[in-house]
T-cell receptor, first 116, second 115 residues
Framework: SAVISQKPSRDICQRGTSLTIQCQVD?????MFWYRQQPGQSLTLIAT?????????ESGFVIDKFPISRPNLTFSTLTVSNMSPEDSSIYLC?????????????FGPGTRLTVL | AQSVTQLDSHVSVSEGTPVLLRCNYS??????LFWYVQHPNKGLQLLLK??????LVKGINGFEAEFKKSETSFHLTKPSAHMSDAAEYFC?????????????FGRGTSLIVHP
């Protein structure tokens, strides 16, 4: 199993600023995923972060807006840049327990971001 | 490409009556499918998963789901709803990419349980 922690747990930010969210896993994992869950919505995948390579972004998400770092097998950061109220959301870091299709997915507690 | 469609945004039932939450998927190969539940202001919890073993999968809290390849469906059911079942339910399919599997979430179905 994997236990995931995120910092900060919540934040209120001003329009035009940036916020970096940290994700720490208590074990080494190959892939980490960053999702966004807007109010009343499902989880939308932002990007997949592999250690030692560039993150892979989903359609509608770009590196300039959501730069990601993955310096080692237990840590990743997601930055929300030049924020606007539309970025208000819960940001979740997740990972899989292995490379098999049925491995359990582990979720961080989320970072609740409000942009004013 | 893989995708998952949850046909109902809201399902409303009375306590003690059956629950049916519908999920259809598209996949170019045999998929792995999951159901998660999210209670208000809580994290996601795995209910059950299908991974090409038995087509009828039993999960926690009395929920089960049946994989029907011919219908590309993986509907979630429960014989008798309880008030504590009121929550958001997500159907998830995983697709292969870069040597691993990427989870894709459905839009979610909100289950409302009336006394």
């Amino acid at each position: 199993s994997a236990v995931i922690s995120q910092k900060p747990s919540r934040d209120i930010c001003q329009r035009g600023t940036s916020l970096t969210i940290q994700c720490q896993v208590d074990s080494q994992v190959t892939m980490m995923f960053w999702y966004r869950q807007q109010p009343g919505q499902s989880l939308t995948l932002i990007a997949t972060a592999n250690q030692g390579s560039e993150a892979t972004y989903e359609s509608g998400f770009v590196i300039d807006k959501f730069p990601i770092s993955r310096p080692n097998l237990t840590f990743s950061t997601l930055t929300v840049s030049n924020m606007s109220p539309e970025d208000s959301s819960i940001y979740l870091c997740t990972t899989l327990g292995g490379l098999a299709a049925d491995n359990e997915q582990f979720f961080g507690p989320g970072t609740r971001l409000t942009v004013l | 490409a893989q995708s998952v469609t949850q046909l109902d945004s809201h399902v409303s039932v009375s306590e003690g009556t059956p629950v049916l939450l519908r999920c259809n998927y598209s996949s170019s190969y045999s998929p792995s499918l999951f159901w998660y539940v999210q209670h208000p202001n809580k994290g996601l919890q795995l209910l059950l998963k299908y991974t090409s073993a038995a087509t009828l999968v039993k999960g926690i809290n009395g929920f089960e789901a049946e994989f029907k390849k011919s219908e590309t469906s993986f509907h979630l059911t429960k014989p008798s709803a309880h008030m504590s079942d009121a929550a958001e339910y997500f159907c998830v399919v995983r697709h292969a990419s870069g040597g691993s599997y990427i989870p894709t979430f459905g839009r979610g179905t909100s289950l409302i349980v009336h006394p």
